[in-house]
């Protein structure tokens, strides 16, 4: 018997007294993580003016329809 390293297979019946290596293994690159689908909406300024034709409570209930509230 010959002394081999530990991570040298020994020859296989019938082969050359050659030593082979195991294999190096197969490593996966780091996946990117996907972006989100839909960039989050910007903020907005929202400017009321107090007029006589719409009272406090239309106004409410517009604001809580357009930006999706319920009241």
Do not use: C
């Amino acid at each position: 018997m010959t002394n081999r390293p530990p991570n040298v297979l020994p020859p296989r019946a019938g082969a050359t007294d050659v030593p082979i290596a195991p294999a190096k293994p197969r490593v996966q690159p780091p996946t990117k993580p996907k972006p989100s689908p839909m960039p989050p909406e910007p903020l907005w300024h929202v400017i009321l003016l107090n007029d006589d034709l719409h009272s406090f409570e239309y106004v409410i209930e517009m604001l809580a329809s357009v930006f999706g509230y319920d009241l």
